[in-house]
C-alpha cells in the first residue's frame, strides 16, 4: 500500500511539474487549475476534484473542476506559497471503498495540494513578471521623450515612437546603426567621447543638450541622458533619454537677440556695440593694433518723418541699415545707438 502511495505521489508531481515547465505559454491560473483537477482524478483514483484559487479581493474562487458532476466533495487540501499565505483550496470526493485508508489518503492529498501551490505561485509570478513587462513596454513606446536601448556594439536595439519622430525618421532607419550618425556634425566628435565614457563604465549617467540632424535637415535641440545598464556579465547596453527642447532653445535665441538688437533694423543695440568695442579694445591691447569708431548721422531725417510719415521714416533706416551690413568686413560692427 506505502508503494501504491508513492508511485501515486511521484506520478502525479510529474505532471504538475511539465504543466509548471509549460506555464510561459499557458494562462496563470485556470490551465495550471485544470492540470491541477485532471492529474488528481486520473492518478489519485477519485471521481472528481475542485480547485478554488483566491482571487484578489480575498475570497475563494472556482478555477476547475474534473470528474463526475455527483459526486461527493468531502475532501479538502490548503493549497499555501511558500511564506504560507493561502493560495487556493483542493477539493476531491471520497474514493472507491477500500482504495486508500482515509490518513494515507489526506497525507496524499496535502501532498498533492503542496506540489500544485508550488505550479500556481509559479504561474502567477510568471502572470506577473510578464503584466510588469508589457507595462514597462508601452511606457516605453508610449513615453512622450524619445527613447532608445544601444547594444554592447553602440548600435540602436530599440527606439521609441517619439525618438523617431524627434529626428523624422522610421525606425528601420535608426535599428542597427550608431547614435552618433544622427548627430549634428558639429556634435559627433563630443557625442563619441560621451558614449566612450559611458561604456568603458567611467560615467554612470551622462546628462548634456546637444543638436541633431531632422530628416529635413533642420537643426533640433534635445536634453540626452545616457544611463549604463549592466546585466551582470560582460554585456553592457545604454538607455538613452531625449527630450526635445528645440522651441526653448529657439525662444532663448530670440529673447538674446531681441535684448541686444535693435527691434526696426536687426542692428546690435547700444548694450552689444559697447560691449563689441570693449571686445576690440582688449584685442588691441593684445595684438598691438588699432579700433576705429565712426558715427554715422542722417541729416534731415526729421524732414522726411514730418513730410513722408514715420512708415517711410523707418523704411528709410531699415535701407541704410541694409546698406552698412553689406559695406562691412566680417570683423566689423554696424550698430543703431538710437531709436
Not at 131 to 140: D, G, K, V
Not at 239 to 257: F, G, M, P, S
Request: glycine share 8%; with cysteine; proline share 4%.
Amino acid at each position: 500500500m506505502e508503494q501504491q502511495e508513492a508511485d501515486a505521489a511521484v506520478a502525479v508531481a510529474r505532471q504538475l511539474a511539465a504543466f509548471s515547465r509549460a506555464l510561459g505559454l499557458a494562462a496563470p491560473e485556470s490551465p495550471v487549475a485544470e492540470s491541477v483537477v485532471r492529474a488528481v482524478v486520473e492518478t489519485l483514483d477519485c471521481r472528481a476534484a475542485v480547485v478554488q484559487l483566491v482571487g484578489a479581493d480575498g475570497a475563494l474562487h472556482l478555477a476547475a473542476v474534473a470528474g463526475d458532476d455527483d459526486a461527493r466533495l468531502t475532501t479538502s487540501a490548503p493549497m499555501r506559497d511558500p511564506d504560507g499565505s493561502l493560495l487556493g483550496v483542493l477539493t476531491v470526493d471520497e474514493p472507491p471503498d477500500g482504495a486508500l485508508l482515509p490518513s494515507a489518503r489526506r497525507a496524499l492529498l496535502h501532498a498533492v495540494a503542496a506540489q500544485s501551490a508550488v505550479a500556481v505561485a509559479q504561474a502567477q509570478s510568471a502572470h506577473e513578471l510578464r503584466t510588469s513587462e508589457q507595462q514597462l513596454q508601452r511606457m516605453f513606446d508610449e513615453s512622450p521623450f524619445a527613447g532608445a536601448v544601444l547594444g554592447a556594439d553602440g548600435r540602436f536595439l530599440r527606439v521609441n515612437r517619439a525618438y523617431c519622430e524627434f529626428l523624422g525618421r522610421p525606425d528601420a532607419d535608426l535599428l542597427g546603426h550608431r547614435m552618433v550618425e544622427f548627430a549634428h556634425p558639429e556634435e559627433q566628435d563630443s557625442t563619441l567621447r560621451l558614449s566612450a565614457q559611458i561604456y568603458s563604465g567611467d560615467r554612470q549617467v551622462a546628462k548634456v543638450e546637444k543638436r541633431y540632424l531632422h530628416a529635413d535637415g533642420t537643426e533640433r535641440w534635445g536634453r540626452l541622458s545616457l544611463t549604463r545598464l549592466c546585466d551582470g556579465g560582460e554585456d553592457v547596453s545604454v538607455l538613452v533619454a531625449i527630450e526635445d527642447v528645440t522651441e526653448t532653445r529657439q525662444a532663448e535665441q530670440q529673447l538674446r537677440h531681441l535684448a541686444l538688437h535693435d527691434a526696426l533694423t536687426g542692428l546690435p543695440n547700444r548694450t552689444l556695440i559697447f560691449d563689441r568695442i570693449e571686445q576690440a579694445l582688449a584685442r588691441s591691447r593684445r595684438d598691438g593694433g588699432h579700433v576705429a569708431v565712426t558715427v554715422i548721422d542722417l541729416d534731415h531725417f526729421k524732414l522726411v518723418n514730418d513730410s513722408y510719415g514715420h512708415p517711410a521714416g523707418d523704411q528709410m533706416l531699415v535701407n541704410v541699415a541694409g546698406a552698412l551690413r553689406d559695406a562691412l568686413r566680417g570683423g566689423d560692427t554696424a550698430g543703431r545707438l538710437g531709436g
